[in-house]
């Protein structure tokens, strides 16, 4: 079974476009993130949600808008795409309340064309 | 801002050998932790060490931290060819709720 599963894995699409991102984590934690790696490999922390309430938004455009519909999923919509949003979407969990060890999906391949 | 740097940032050696990588960072921190990327894959939670140890060892792992310096390094022993992969050290740093913050990662090649 997958702990931290997301889909799709890869997703082409056209600037101006709106898509979204799933991720489910069956492993009974109460903190989910969204990470973005760029071409560098730099990953960069995006969201991170406990108990369905968002805890942290590190300055990300409002464009890009997570959803939390329990803490078993958090989803991630992004509006408008810019060809600056290509990347690879790493959503992750942890168990502990501050921050333990991090389990990753294997990521989301958005290329904007 | 970024908190940790690795360095080097690519590293290449024969299978058999030792890789040592380092991670450098800027604020006081509660833990330390390594992940290793495989190449079109999500990371995956190597080992953990908290700010008051100085050494821990998983199997050919071997972590040490040094807080006085604000610095670590991961030494892989015996090196196989399936260690090739980015590793990244990541921090969590006192100031700042449950925000791992991640280094811009070693890509370390093992040639067999």
């Known amino acids: 079974d997958t702990a931290v599963s997301q889909t799709p894995k890869y997703l082409v699409t056209q600037m101006g476009n709106d898509k979204s991102i799933k991720c489910e984590q069956n492993?009974?934690?109460?903190?989910m993130y969204w990470y973005k790696q760029d071409s560098k490999k730099f990953l960069k922390i995006m969201f991170s949600y406990n108990n369905k309430e968002l805890i942290i938004n590190e300055t990300v455009p409002n464009r890009f808008s997570p959803k939390s519909p329990d803490k078993a999923h958090l989803n991630l919509h992004i509006n408008s795409l810019e060809l600056g949003d290509s990347a690879v979407y790493f959503c992750?969990?942890?168990?502990?309340?501050?921050?333990?060890?991090?389990?990753f999906g294997e990521g989301s391949r958005l290329t904007v064309l | 801002s970024q908190q940790g740097e690795e360095d080097p940032q690519a590293l290449s050696i024969q299978e058999g050998e030792n890789a040592t990588m380092n991670c450098s960072y800027k604020t006081s921190i509660n833990n330390l932790q390594w992940y290793r990327q495989n190449s079109g894959r999500g990371l995956v939670h190597l080992i953990l060490i908290r700010s008051n140890e100085r050494e821990k060892h998983s199997g050919r792992l071997r972590v040490t931290l040094d807080t006085s310096k604000k610095s670590s390094s991961l030494l892989i022993t015996a090196s196989r060819a399936a260690d090739t992969a980015s590793y990244f050290c990541a921090t969590d740093p006192k100031e700042g709720y449950q925000k791992v913050t991640f280094g811009i990662g070693t890509k370390l090649q093992v040639i067999p």
């Open positions: 992750a969990s942890s168990q502990e309340t501050g921050a333990g060890e991090l389990f």
């Open positions: 492993l009974g934690h109460d903190t």
